[in-house]
């Protein structure tokens, strides 16, 4: 299977503070990213859809100016979580979209973040 | 009603025995169908891909897709302590730039 990176695993940072986690496609080229927030025993909640060269699109409820996505290139696309506060704590995992065969999304290992 | 229902177990079976993990959806536009398999505190991993109806055999795993129905399968032979884990069912509709539909996932525990 595709091979995509996350970093860092695990942040932790004081509330206020803006945080920026990196997704890569280290063997393929994406023109499309996602990023899913995760909260303990729940399944993913997309959050937003990331294309390469254009803006983000960003699921209903998802704060676009808090959560800011840039896909910059095929291969890297970053989330920065600004002001940071306590509910912001949470598994943030993005994913790479493939199509081969089919139209399939590869995974990467997720960001745990806390925010004190 | 969501679009894809799941039973979130918890499933405990013992070592050996054949799973069967199931969902169901309302949307006949779908055509692609995925499970994933996320263990605690990582990214969900790609297991089985299907698209259509039909079955897809890959070793101990089998998935099946009933399109009549709107019900997916997926089948583990001879499981394993390691298998233990959340499986996701997902689906998508072509040309919709590869968007997911989720179910909610459903926790196996495989007893040795």
């Known amino acids: 299977g595709a091979v995509v990176s996350q970093h860092p695993s695990r942040v932790i940072c004081k509330s206020g503070t803006s945080v920026k986690i990196e997704c890569r496609s280290l063997d393929f080229q994406a023109t499309t990213m996602f990023w899913y927030r995760q909260f303990p025993k729940k399944s993913l909640m997309l959050m937003a859809t990331?294309?390469?060269?254009?803006?983000?699109?960003?699921e209903q409820g998802v704060e676009k100016d808090k959560f800011l996505i840039n896909h910059a290139s095929l291969t890297l696309s970053t989330l920065t979580v600004t002001s940071a506060h306590p509910e912001d704590s949470s598994f943030y995992i993005c994913s790479a979209y493939r199509l081969i065969e089919g139209e399939t999304q590869y995974f990467g290992p997720g960001t745990r973040l806390l925010v004190l | 009603q969501k679009e894809v229902e799941q039973d979130p177990g918890p499933l405990s079976v013992p070592e050996g025995a054949i799973v069967s993990l199931n969902c169901t959806y309302s949307?006949?536009?779908?055509?692609?169908f995925m499970w994933y398999r996320q263990y605690s505190r990582k990214g969900p991993e790609l297991l089985m891909y299907t698209y259509s109806s039909g079955n897809k055999e890959d070793g101990r795993f089998t998935a099946q897709v009933d399109k009549s129905s709107k019900y997916i399968s997926l089948f583990i032979r001879d499981s394993q302590p390691s298998d233990s884990a959340t499986y996701l069912c997902?689906?998508?509709?072509?040309?919709?730039?590869?968007?997911?539909?989720f179910g909610q996932g459903t926790t196996l525990q495989v007893k040795p």
């Open positions: 990331s294309n390469e060269g254009s803006k983000a699109t960003y």
């Open positions: 997902a689906m998508s509709i072509s040309g919709n730039t590869g968007k997911l539909i």
């Open positions: 949307n006949s536009a779908f055509q692609y």
